[in-house]
Protein backbone atom coordinates (compact mmCIF):
# COMPACT_ATOMS: atom_id res chain seq x y z
CA UNK A 1 0.00 0.00 0.00
CA UNK A 2 1.65 3.29 -0.89
CA UNK A 3 2.17 5.89 1.82
CA UNK A 4 1.32 9.76 1.57
CA UNK A 5 4.57 11.59 2.24
CA UNK A 6 3.11 14.51 1.23
CA UNK A 7 2.49 17.38 4.51
CA UNK A 8 -1.10 17.82 4.77
CA UNK A 9 -1.93 21.69 4.46
CA UNK A 10 -3.78 22.88 7.54
CA UNK A 11 -7.00 24.96 6.83
CA UNK A 12 -5.25 28.19 8.02
CA UNK A 13 -2.41 27.49 6.04
CA UNK A 14 -4.42 26.96 2.83
CA UNK A 15 -6.01 30.24 3.93
CA UNK A 16 -2.10 32.05 4.44
CA UNK A 17 -1.43 30.76 0.84
CA UNK A 18 -4.47 32.68 -0.16
CA UNK A 19 -3.55 35.56 1.65
CA UNK A 20 -0.18 36.11 0.30
CA UNK A 21 -0.83 36.05 -3.24
CA UNK A 22 -3.91 38.62 -2.18
CA UNK A 23 -0.47 40.89 -0.80
CA UNK A 24 1.02 40.51 -4.09
CA UNK A 25 -1.00 42.53 -5.48
CA UNK A 26 -1.34 45.31 -3.31
CA UNK A 27 1.68 48.23 -2.59
CA UNK A 28 2.83 49.03 1.28
CA UNK A 29 0.22 51.49 2.93
CA UNK A 30 -2.76 49.48 1.42
CA UNK A 31 -5.47 48.93 3.83
CA UNK A 32 -5.63 45.12 4.29
CA UNK A 33 -9.28 43.42 4.22
CA UNK A 34 -10.70 43.23 8.35
CA UNK A 35 -11.16 39.78 9.55
CA UNK A 36 -14.66 39.46 9.22
CA UNK A 37 -14.80 40.17 5.12
CA UNK A 38 -12.09 37.64 4.63
CA UNK A 39 -13.36 34.96 6.78
CA UNK A 40 -16.64 35.44 5.08
CA UNK A 41 -14.88 35.36 1.15
CA UNK A 42 -12.86 31.42 2.48
CA UNK A 43 -15.58 30.16 4.13
CA UNK A 44 -13.56 29.63 7.41
CA UNK A 45 -14.45 30.80 11.00
CA UNK A 46 -12.30 33.92 12.39
CA UNK A 47 -9.88 32.09 14.29
CA UNK A 48 -8.95 29.87 11.56
CA UNK A 49 -8.34 33.39 9.74
CA UNK A 50 -6.64 34.57 12.87
CA UNK A 51 -4.09 32.28 12.84
CA UNK A 52 -3.47 33.17 8.97
CA UNK A 53 -3.26 37.08 10.13
CA UNK A 54 -0.96 36.02 12.77
CA UNK A 55 1.81 34.40 10.59
CA UNK A 56 1.16 37.42 8.41
CA UNK A 57 2.00 39.94 10.77
CA UNK A 58 5.12 37.57 12.20
CA UNK A 59 6.37 37.65 8.11
CA UNK A 60 6.50 41.46 8.29
CA UNK A 61 3.99 41.20 5.51
CA UNK A 62 1.06 43.27 7.13
CA UNK A 63 1.39 45.73 10.15
CA UNK A 64 -1.28 47.04 12.34
CA UNK A 65 -1.55 51.08 12.54
CA UNK A 66 -3.82 52.08 15.35
CA UNK A 67 -6.83 50.11 14.84
CA UNK A 68 -6.30 49.29 11.30
CA UNK A 69 -4.12 46.94 9.34
CA UNK A 70 -2.11 47.62 6.07
CA UNK A 71 0.25 46.39 3.88
CA UNK A 72 4.13 46.66 5.23
CA UNK A 73 6.64 47.56 3.44
CA UNK A 74 9.51 44.85 3.05
CA UNK A 75 11.83 44.05 5.95
CA UNK A 76 14.97 46.47 6.67
CA UNK A 77 17.71 43.89 6.14
CA UNK A 78 20.99 45.18 7.43
CA UNK A 79 24.56 43.31 7.87
CA UNK A 80 25.41 42.05 11.60
CA UNK A 81 28.55 43.83 12.20
CA UNK A 82 31.03 45.52 13.82
CA UNK A 83 29.20 49.12 13.33
CA UNK A 84 26.12 51.36 13.20
CA UNK A 85 23.38 50.40 12.29
CA UNK A 86 22.02 54.13 11.86
CA UNK A 87 24.33 54.27 9.10
CA UNK A 88 23.96 51.31 7.52
CA UNK A 89 20.44 51.91 7.19
CA UNK A 90 21.25 55.51 5.69
CA UNK A 91 23.80 53.90 3.54
CA UNK A 92 20.55 51.61 2.26
CA UNK A 93 18.44 55.11 1.43
CA UNK A 94 16.51 55.06 4.58
CA UNK A 95 15.74 57.82 6.99
CA UNK A 96 17.26 56.62 10.27
CA UNK A 97 18.12 58.06 13.30
CA UNK A 98 17.79 57.28 17.52
CA UNK A 99 15.05 58.82 20.07
CA UNK A 100 16.64 59.30 23.36
CA UNK A 101 14.83 56.84 26.25
CA UNK A 102 17.69 57.79 28.94
CA UNK A 103 21.06 58.80 30.29
CA UNK A 104 22.01 57.66 34.08
CA UNK A 105 25.52 56.49 35.22
CA UNK A 106 25.59 54.29 37.70
CA UNK A 107 27.60 51.58 39.85
CA UNK A 108 28.26 48.13 37.99
CA UNK A 109 26.34 45.22 39.75
CA UNK A 110 28.40 41.97 39.86
CA UNK A 111 27.69 40.38 36.77
CA UNK A 112 28.06 43.51 34.60
CA UNK A 113 31.29 44.58 36.41
CA UNK A 114 32.11 40.65 34.68
CA UNK A 115 31.03 41.80 31.56
CA UNK A 116 33.46 44.76 31.06
CA UNK A 117 36.48 43.43 33.30
CA UNK A 118 35.57 46.47 36.16
CA UNK A 119 35.29 46.25 39.68
CA UNK A 120 32.22 46.22 40.75
CA UNK A 121 30.42 49.46 41.56
CA UNK A 122 32.69 50.69 38.90
CA UNK A 123 30.76 53.94 37.27
CA UNK A 124 28.99 52.95 33.95
CA UNK A 125 27.71 55.28 31.40
CA UNK A 126 24.24 53.61 30.31
CA UNK A 127 22.25 55.10 27.34
CA UNK A 128 19.00 53.65 26.07
CA UNK A 129 17.84 54.60 22.53
CA UNK A 130 14.76 53.91 19.83
CA UNK A 131 16.14 53.13 16.65
CA UNK A 132 13.91 53.80 14.40
CA UNK A 133 13.79 53.80 10.45
CA UNK A 134 11.72 55.39 7.93
CA UNK A 135 9.65 56.78 11.28
CA UNK A 136 8.56 53.18 12.26
CA UNK A 137 9.91 52.23 15.50
CA UNK A 138 12.39 49.10 15.03
CA UNK A 139 14.74 48.81 18.08
CA UNK A 140 15.17 49.36 21.47
CA UNK A 141 19.15 49.59 22.44
CA UNK A 142 21.05 49.96 25.80
CA UNK A 143 24.37 50.50 26.15
CA UNK A 144 26.73 50.49 29.23
CA UNK A 145 30.13 51.64 28.93
CA UNK A 146 32.72 52.24 31.72
CA UNK A 147 32.46 56.07 32.48
CA UNK A 148 36.24 56.62 32.27
CA UNK A 149 36.56 55.97 29.09
CA UNK A 150 34.08 58.49 27.76
CA UNK A 151 34.18 61.44 30.04
CA UNK A 152 31.50 63.88 29.21
CA UNK A 153 29.59 61.50 26.80
CA UNK A 154 26.26 63.16 28.38
CA UNK A 155 27.62 66.96 27.95
CA UNK A 156 28.81 66.58 24.27
CA UNK A 157 27.03 63.50 22.35
CA UNK A 158 24.09 63.67 20.13
CA UNK A 159 21.90 61.12 21.44
CA UNK A 160 20.39 60.83 16.97
CA UNK A 161 23.89 59.57 15.88
CA UNK A 162 26.21 57.16 15.60
CA UNK A 163 27.44 56.24 18.99
CA UNK A 164 30.42 53.91 17.36
CA UNK A 165 30.96 57.03 15.40
CA UNK A 166 31.93 59.10 18.33
CA UNK A 167 33.74 56.49 20.19
CA UNK A 168 36.02 56.43 17.27
CA UNK A 169 36.51 60.17 17.33
CA UNK A 170 37.71 59.50 21.18
CA UNK A 171 40.41 56.83 19.68
CA UNK A 172 38.52 53.74 20.36
CA UNK A 173 39.36 51.29 17.95
CA UNK A 174 37.10 47.93 18.34
CA UNK A 175 38.68 45.05 17.75
CA UNK A 176 35.79 42.13 18.14
CA UNK A 177 32.68 41.89 19.31
CA UNK A 178 30.87 38.54 20.27
CA UNK A 179 27.28 38.59 20.33
CA UNK A 180 24.69 36.30 21.08
CA UNK A 181 20.98 36.07 19.77
CA UNK A 182 17.28 34.59 20.52
CA UNK A 183 13.83 35.25 20.01
CA UNK A 184 12.49 36.73 22.80
CA UNK A 185 8.70 38.25 23.31
CA UNK A 186 8.43 41.82 24.92
CA UNK A 187 7.46 42.97 27.96
CA UNK A 188 5.10 46.17 28.68
CA UNK A 189 7.47 48.82 29.15
CA UNK A 190 9.07 48.02 25.42
CA UNK A 191 6.50 46.99 23.56
CA UNK A 192 4.86 50.33 24.17
CA UNK A 193 8.57 51.90 23.48
CA UNK A 194 8.12 50.38 19.95
CA UNK A 195 4.60 50.84 19.36
CA UNK A 196 3.46 46.95 19.47
CA UNK A 197 1.80 44.79 20.91
CA UNK A 198 3.44 42.39 23.85
CA UNK A 199 2.56 39.15 21.41
CA UNK A 200 4.94 40.76 18.81
CA UNK A 201 8.26 38.28 18.60
CA UNK A 202 11.45 39.93 18.82
CA UNK A 203 15.55 39.65 18.28
CA UNK A 204 17.04 39.89 21.50
CA UNK A 205 20.87 40.51 21.18
CA UNK A 206 23.84 40.95 23.19
CA UNK A 207 27.27 42.52 22.53
CA UNK A 208 30.52 42.50 24.19
CA UNK A 209 32.65 44.65 22.21
CA UNK A 210 36.32 44.51 23.16
CA UNK A 211 38.95 47.21 21.20
CA UNK A 212 42.02 46.02 19.53
CA UNK A 213 43.88 45.57 23.31
CA UNK A 214 41.16 43.07 23.84
CA UNK A 215 39.64 45.16 26.86
CA UNK A 216 35.90 45.25 26.71
CA UNK A 217 34.25 48.63 25.51
CA UNK A 218 30.82 48.12 25.97
CA UNK A 219 28.05 46.07 26.73
CA UNK A 220 24.69 46.34 24.57
CA UNK A 221 21.00 44.63 24.87
CA UNK A 222 19.42 45.46 21.83
CA UNK A 223 16.03 44.60 20.72
CA UNK A 224 14.36 44.51 17.66
CA UNK A 225 11.57 43.65 15.77
CA UNK A 226 11.03 40.49 14.19
CA UNK A 227 7.88 41.82 12.09
CA UNK A 228 10.57 44.41 10.35
CA UNK A 229 13.58 43.39 10.66
CA UNK A 230 16.39 40.72 9.12
CA UNK A 231 19.84 40.72 9.86
CA UNK A 232 22.38 38.74 7.62
CA UNK A 233 26.09 37.56 8.43
CA UNK A 234 29.14 36.53 6.05
CA UNK A 235 31.34 34.03 7.24
CA UNK A 236 34.52 33.06 5.17
CA UNK A 237 35.42 29.18 5.26
Same mark, same amino acid.
Given at each position: ?7 R ?8 R???A +??? %? /????D????? =? ?20 ? $?? *?????? %? ?15 ? !? ?6 R?? !?????? /? +?? %?W??? !? ?12 ? *??P $? ?5 VF ?6 ? *??ET ?7 V ?8 H??? /? ?7 G??F *? ?8 V???A =? ?9 R ?7 R????? /?? $????Q =?R???? %?? =? ?9
Amino acid at each position: MAVDTEPRMLKHQVVRRSLDA +LLD %G /LSPGDPFPSE =RDLAEAHDVSRETLRQAIRELL $VA *GRIERR %GRATVVAAPKIVLPLAV !GSYTEAARAK !GMTATR /L +LV %GWRTY !GADDTLAEMLHVDP *GTP $VVELERVFTTDDTRV *GLETTRIPASRVPELMDSFDHRSS /LYSELAVRGIVF *GRVVDTIETVLPDA =REAALLAVDTRTPMFLLNRTSYDD /LG $VPIEQ =RRSLYR %GD =RMTFTAVMDA
